[in-house]
C-alpha cells in the first residue's frame, strides 16, 4: 500500500502563468541595460576628482623621476646628471694618460737586443712640473717608460720614485706646463657607500674610456706587491679592467678620491668589484717620492717576526726577532729574541691595540719623526711599558 506522504512528494508543484512571464521580463531587462551600457562607455568620461583616471607619464618624465633628476630641457635629450658626467670627462681626460712599461730582451739567435712592450697601465697628472701618478705594479722592472697624452704626444718618463708596499708610483715628463692639467685631489675619509664614482682609463689599451658606478664599499684590505696588508681601500662598481691600473677614480665633481688598482674576477674583466688606493694615502706618500725617491717611515728600530710565525704558536702582537743597536728601541730598552726566550711582545701604541705586525706599521704611519708614544709590551708573561721618541727608518 503506498502512502499518501509518498506521492505528495513526488507529484510536480502547480506553476503560475505569471511567474514564468516575469522571469522572462527579467531577462529581457539584463539584456537592454548591457547593451545600452556598450553603447554609452565610449562616450562617458569621468568626473574630475580624486578617483579620476591620472595622465600617462611620458618615458622622459618617468625616467627622470626614476632617476630622481629634473627631466631635460626642451630642445636638448641629456639630463643634469648626464650633462655633468659629460662635462667632467671632456675636462678632465685629458689629464689621464697611458703608461707602457717596456723591456730589454735579447733575441735567442742572433743575442741581438731590442726592446718590447711588457704592459701597460695608466696614470694621472699631479702637477704642472711634470709629475705622473701611477701603480708600482704598472711599471716594475721596466728598462724604459713612455707615457702617452690623450693627444697622441709621447714623452720618455723617468722613475722619480716607488712604494711597493703602496703600490704607487711616481713619473715625472718633460712637457711643457702648458699643456698640463693637474686632476684635482679631493679626499677620501668623508666617502659615503652610494655616492657616484668616476673611473677613467686605457683598459685594454683603449685610451680615455670612462666608466661610472657608485662606492660599493669602504674600508677593505688588500695585499701590497711587497705582500703587506694596505687598508681602507675603496671598491666601486665602475667596471675597471686590465690596463686601468694606475687611473685616477674620480668623485661627482671630479676630483680624484683613488688609485683604481686591481679588481676581484675570474675571468679577467670586470663583474662589478674593483678597488682603489685612497687619495689620503696617496696624497701622505706622494710628496716624499718626489723628495726622496722612497717614503721615508718612522719607526722603533726593530726588525719583527712574520705573522705567520707569531701566530704558530699562539702569539697575539707584534713579536719583535732583533733591537736594531742604537736604535730609538734599543734606548728604550726594548728586547729581542734570545736563546731560549722569545722577545717583546708589543700589544699596543698609546690607547691602539696592536694585534700584528701590521697593525704596527699602520699606526706609525700616520706618526712623525721624533713622536713619542707609549709602547705596552709583554716580557715573560709580565705586562710592561716604555716611551719611545720614533725615528726615522729605512
Do not use: C
Not at 583616471?53 to 641629456?78: F, H, K, R
Not at 711588457?118 to 702637477?127: I, R
Not at 706587491?225 to 694596505?230: A, D, E, H, R, V
Not at 704611519?365 to 721624533?370: E, I, K, L, P, Y
Amino acid at each position: 500500500m503506498t502512502s499518501l506522504k509518498g506521492k505528495t512528494m513526488n507529484r510536480p508543484l502547480p506553476v503560475s502563468p505569471n511567474q514564468g512571464a516575469t522571469f522572462l521580463s527579467r531577462i529581457l531587462l539584463v539584456l537592454v541595460v548591457l547593451t545600452l551600457g556598450a553603447l554609452i562607455a565610449p562616450y562617458w568620461q569621468p568626473a574630475e576628482g580624486p578617483a579620476a583616471v591620472a595622465p600617462v607619464e611620458s618615458p622622459a618624465t618617468a625616467t627622470a623621476q626614476l632617476v630622481g633628476t629634473p627631466a631635460p630641457a626642451p630642445g636638448t635629450d641629456l639630463y643634469d646628471i648626464e650633462r655633468a658626467t659629460i662635462d667632467i670627462f671632456e675636462k678632465y681626460a685629458p689629464s689621464v694618460v697611458s703608461v707602457i712599461n717596456k723591456a730589454l730582451l735579447r733575441d735567442y739567435f742572433s743575442l741581438a737586443i731590442y726592446e718590447n712592450t711588457q704592459g701597460s697601465g695608466s696614470g694621472f697628472v699631479w702637477d704642472k712640473a711634470g709629475h705622473i701618478i701611477s701603480n708600482y705594479h704598472v711599471v716594475h722592472k721596466a728598462s724604459a717608460v713612455q707615457v702617452i697624452m690623450k693627444d697622441g704626444t709621447v714623452y720618455d718618463a723617468t722613475i722619480v720614485g716607488l712604494d711597493p708596499d703602496h703600490d704607487i708610483a711616481v713619473l715625472k715628463i718633460d712637457a711643457p706646463a702648458g699643456t698640463l692639467t693637474p686632476l684635482p685631489i679631493g679626499s677620501s675619509d668623508d666617502l659615503k657607500v652610494g655616492q657616484r664614482a668616476l673611473a677613467i682609463g686605457n683598459p685594454f689599451g683603449l685610451n680615455s674610456s670612462l666608466s661610472v658606478g657608485v662606492v660599493s664599499s669602504l674600508d677593505r684590505e688588500m695585499q701590497s706587491p711587497t705582500g703587506l696588508t694596505i687598508r681602507d681601500i675603496i671598491q666601486t662598481d665602475a667596471a675597471i679592467n686590465q690596463g686601468n691600473s694606475g687611473g685616477p677614480l674620480l668623485d661627482s665633481a671630479g676630483r680624484v678620491i683613488g688609485i683604481n688598482t686591481f679588481i676581484v674576477s675570474p675571468s679577467g674583466g670586470s663583474i662589478g668589484l674593483g678597488f682603489s688606493i685612497p687619495v689620503d694615502t696617496v696624497v701622505g706618500i706622494v710628496p716624499q717620492l718626489i723628495q726622496h725617491g722612497k717614503a721615508q717611515r718612522v719607526g722603533l728600530g726593530v726588525i719583527l717576526e712574520r705573522d705567520r710565525y707569531a701566530q704558530y704558536y699562539g702569539v697575539q702582537g707584534a713579536l719583535i726577532h732583533e733591537v736594531i743597536r742604537g736604535s730609538a728601541a734599543d734606548r728604550a730598552g726594548l728586547r729581542g729574541r734570545r736563546p731560549y726566550e722569545w722577545g717583546d711582545v708589543i700589544v699596543q701604541i698609546d690607547d691602539v691595540v696592536v694585534r700584528r705586525s701590521s697593525d704596527l706599521r699602520d699606526i706609525l704611519d700616520s706618526r712623525a719623526d721624533g713622536d713619542e708614544v707609549d709602547v705596552i709590551f709583554i716580557r715573560n708573561n709580565e705586562k710592561l711599558k716604555t716611551k719611545v721618541a720614533l725615528q726615522v727608518i729605512d
